[in-house]
């Protein structure tokens, strides 16, 4: 057992935080502005990204690149302590390529995309060229059951038609978003609890007949990305869109999960340590009865609690992480729903602390909490609720406990005058 | 970063394991028989003590042995995974001479005992031949801080007289308990902040003026080798009894604390286990309203985040053992604080709902469950109440916030138009 | 609305406040030293009823008393705020012959009894010559729905034959225990659904066959009055000694709840208040890094929390009780589940915070708040685990909801372009 | 005591509910799209305030009104109720003349203003022909104390000068917010401790020198009637507007919250009855693993914990209000800082369970869940975080506390040996 970072992730740690600091974190401000202006920051981004590309902090998941892409190929647990640092700055990921959804749709299109597929997809997604979106869950349907999806996805000579309409697509508003990566219902015959009934379509987003119904606020935010409803109405592509197999896309959606499930707890790791660190430096400035905050018992609860709590959620994150790489995504199955739960909820607590810390400041969005609490919030259902997680977890513990029946019979120490009788 | 045990750690946990299937867990029954009987199960404890010795399961901790002492030399790391096995009966450490406080107390004696107090005291405590107390804590102060006791040790010639009283002390009933080692003033003149005031002071248990007021029921629990208060009147030792130097006190105290917390944490990981276990048996046998508790969502959630939590904590409480090993004890100060609050807090919450799935009969002593919950909540004070060590993890975040001035500068964004103002 | 009590309570709280103030305070220590030295206080608790019965302090429950029996015959709004006063003192409720389980006891035993069973047990509880109890739980079943009780009460001539096991039976250690009102099964040939199963009978304590297999420690604490296990072999009755008809046990076990669990929640009121109080002195007295721990702000939240939790279940209890007044023990089903829930809850978490000020003092038996925080954990299962009620207060909701469907669709407001759409 | 509310209450409850539901709910839609859309929905409001003002349905608070002002003169204990059924639909208040700022506005003028300011401001304010806002907490003080508060009045000549920045400012943005009650330091030369120190002085909106600097997204959401920032820049008005005597704005600030936090406290009562009614709808409705939510067990219990928790805190309120009426605002100051404790932080915990009922839906503005939980969390600070009047309640409870010393020796039970030493 080491907890130590490897030297190679400890400069690559060194490196990035240079980066966040000299080239990101500058620009928040201005991002920040003209977002509130109502512009993707297109510019401010594009800059930065050529910087990042050119310093080689460029695609730094994605273990199994070929060798004409470019990029990293780190394991889960040398690329998850980067995730960390860029998350400290919600926008920041795009820079080096590394936002979601764009990640895991390269991970799913590198495990499964034709040839042909990955040219006109991948290739510039790699080089961070185009931006995509992946079209899965539904307002009608209890989304974080993949075989609950009703959009159809119907042959129809050389083409399939999609009909459909999804919700909370993140992406979709990007000024570079080309690709829907489209989950749906090919096999209608089959009964509803087969994983065989869906599969995934590659859909461009100028497809006459797919809209954007709106941006949907989350919490009152519009995210600049969007994280969209669209409409498929008569959508029609050509069959060879489909990724991978008919009947395959709950199988691929499930192979998506975990390395992405890694990145974005990781991310909440880093905007809990912003929250903290805010916290505190507030505590130390803000005064009430006389004293700083930070001198108030409460308050020192507070920020100890967050710390705690971080840390063991960050260890539990890269305990998976590390699972993933030895064992493969489908191993770290439980792994992946425990850190789920634990960061969603990470997030709230932490970032509530930091916002009563703050007073009404805290409520405007002048500074980052607002935002991270009400995502944080957000995030309890992203991805399937708290509440099917923690009923994975349960059911392995249950089984674990039925496979050892009899295993604690020597606790039990019934009197011995009532043995006796 | 690797959280894999090594392949050691791996063989000891299995040899220990079936020690604990093989020979402890079936002696359980027999020795709460005893206990409650009123008598201290001496003879089945020295028989399987004799069988550990021979296994060399024997003084798994204390890296630092000569080479004719017994026992393993394990690192922290090494050994706290072992400690999680042994706390699963809570009684098995004494089977393997790693209980508390004689661990402790061998690991001061290592440290600063003379060679005539080594043979006499640290030989045959590393031998099981003899059991110790440490006798630090008093009624009338907040014992936390160890500047705060007051029990008074005086020269008088070539005597030291002890006079005071101290609670809370473990192990004086134990039936070959012969040595207390115990904190008191040397130093009267110096001031009440100094660290130098105090001095630790070898006592046999038989000295004359030395007493035990009685064994304090814990929550109603009378532990057989006893949490006393004992009090001390006029109790006369030579000078040489004085352990380490005259006003090395405090610093004992300090050297003494990491390692010992972390076994007490691992121990409580693997109480917590036990009770984890128990809580997802019971739940799949009981029925309420036709199904059994293992179906209830409620129940789930429970099952669930009892393991999300307890997996977590073993994470801290390992980083900090492997961070004792890399830097030394006094480096890990924060973390030791940190694991000693999140597994007093974990056993009192993960035992709670495992109580709450037995019913009545988690009230009983039937079961370890009542035991265990009443044991998690005074681990809640003894060695220093929760809040203090928060304090303390608090205080070292604060300060890392204070030399990081301005480093979040970059998060605050005013809207532009009060800045036009 | 009106949120003051009668002027008629309020004497009756100032006399009963003055009774506990010069009588039964003083006694407490007196009462502890007789009950750790193993016997039942007795002569001091007859010598405080005789006092109390002179002061016509007396049965001040059971409203519907008949001209001739002693008592007060207070509504439940009435008898409450005097339950929360007796309730400062766990035993004090005896004096005034107003503890569990005789009251419900007495209770059932006015509602049910012929006139024969009336002098030979009523009249003698009624002036507190006797003391009775009430097996109904068993080891075996999940006992908080009555039709899992299994114990049979067989015909067999003129006489009923017990048989069967009940455990957490309290009061059958107190010396002047003479019945047990047994729940059993008169109708094996019903469906374990029916309410028409079960049957109570009077069976006297010095009946052949019964006996008390143990006095079962709760959470290490034995009872004086014991809270027993007890075994029934062929014990064989009279059946005049049926209490009510046969096959309305279940009826009558209803019957019995609802003002027993107002006066339990009130008790636990007094409770909590004195654990608040003790807290509040404790935190004025100590000290600990040079200022009084009521100094510090988590100390201070601690306070003012227990203070706003203890008002509202408070007040929530009264309504309860106003409830029953007003509409019956039927009509306030749900109510009496809610209380239960609140005030066991509440119990625990009040005294962990007294605790927690207190030190490892709070562990001892020295003080009320090792046993007052044990206990209030029994009653999150006692006479039901919460989640028992809890799931009744829900489906109450549910079938509200469902009454109401429709009712907030004004509520809904999908934005208006997707309904162009 | 008594429970039930008074004949007249339940008249005008039903008279409420019915405008409430033919009235104010079918126009919700409208509202929030005219918002949606950038405007006040000024017409739909007037419409319904003719109507509500018709029905007297109007002013039914301020029991001091004098015989020629329209309204109801109802006590705080009957308005309570009537301020839940409004507080269901967040913008109902208005239409009944009773909305914060304006209603607390009033009672200020009521209690404090010359004849010539009630005619100009009074009168219109109390036939809803105006609305105003009250001008007090501040970016850069700690506003929860009044004291702190920085902006300047300075006499100059027959004027006042007002200097300063006033932020979270409720209804600057309402078209029809003619007044601003602005609080401001005109006593400098007295210490900051000084309770003189402030004055109050009516401001009209249209002055010169007045700006709004922003509308202040809360958690990003734009109140239309505006949370603003306030700018004064040598606002100047003559010395007749100030209200009240000069240093006596402090005392006036006090007298104006005790009934405005009742208010609050019963309209977030009724917000959260909608939240669990929503709950328990969308749980009948909505299935997972092929059961509806509602047979969940851990849905049952965040359903029956939120009515728990509504009771109990809709009791304390009314508490509160009971002990206003009685014994004046002055007395029932530290109910007031109690129910403002309990009422913001019931509202994040009822609606927070709704939202995970509701998943992603409960993100959306579709519903009024995300408005709710957002504001909930301001409420957490706005009228000052709940730490200050957790500290106000232990300060009370404290001083209890030491009234009292000795009150609880009784409860101390040392064991008899240790007295015997």
């Known amino acids: 057992m080491d907890f130590d970072y490897s030297d190679k992730v400890q400069r690559l740690r060194a490196q990035l935080s240079d980066f966040m600091r000299f080239h990101v974190e500058p620009a928040n401000v201005a991002w920040h502005r003209e977002v509130a202006a109502g512009r993707y920051p297109q510019d401010l981004i594009e800059r930065l990204k050529s910087k990042a590309f050119s310093e080689d902090l460029w695609n730094l998941f994605l273990p199994g690149l070929r060798a004409e892409d470019p990029g990293q190929r780190l ?41 042909a597929q990955r040219s006109q997809w991948l290739d510039p997604l790699l080089i961070g060229e185009i931006r995509s979106c992946f079209a899965m869950s539904e307002p009608d349907a209890a989304s974080s059951d993949a075989r609950n999806i009703r959009t159809t996805i119907t042959r129809d000579g050389d083409d399939y038609v999609v009909n459909g309409r999804k919700w909370f697509i993140t992406g979709p508003a990007h000024p570079n978003c080309r690709l829907a990566i489209v989950m749906g219902v090919t096999g209608e015959h089959l009964p509803a609890t087969s994983t065989e009934r869906h599969s995934m379509l590659l859909v461009p987003m100028n497809s006459p007949g797919l809209t954007i119904a709106r941006n949907i606020p989350v919490m009152h935010y519009h995210a600049p990305e969007g994280h969209c409803e669209l409409v498929f109405r008569n959508v029609r592509v050509p069959v060879a869109n489909l990724l991978g197999e008919e009947g395959k896309g709950f199988r691929l959606a499930q192979d998506r999960l975990g390395p992405g499930r890694v990145h974005h707890c990781m991310r909440t790791i880093g905007q809990c340590e912003v929250a903290l660190e805010l916290m505190a430096e507030r505590a130390l400035e803000r005064e009430a009865f006389g004293r700083h905050l930070a001198d108030f018992a409460n ?37 992946v729903s425990a850190i789920k739960v634990v960061a969603a909820r990470l997030q709230t607590r932490i970032v509530d602390r930091a916002m009563q810390v703050f007073g009404a400041m805290g409520l405007t969005p002048d500074t980052p909490l607002s935002y991270l609490w009400t995502w944080g919030r957000a995030m309890r259902f992203l991805d399937g609720p708290d509440e099917v997680h923690l009923r994975v977890v349960a059911r392995a513990e249950l089984a674990k406990a039925k496979a050892q029946a009899g295993r604690n019979a020597c606790h039990f120490v019934p009197p011995s005058q009532l043995l006796q009788e």
Not at 98 to 115: I, K, Q, S, V, Y
């Open 299 to 335: 308050v020192q609860d507070w920020i100890a609690e967050s710390r705690l709590e971080i840390d063991q959620a960050r260890l539990l994150v890269m305990q998976a992480a590390h699972r993933m790489d030895r064992a493969g995504n489908a191993a770290a199955r439980i792994d």
């Open 75 to 115: 394991s889960n647990v040398e690329y998850a302590p980067l995730a960390e640092i860029m998350g400290r700055v919600h926008w920041a990921p795009e820079v080096f390529n590394c936002n979601a959804p764009d990640t895991g749709n390269m991970e799913l299109l590198h495990l499964a995309a034709t040839p």
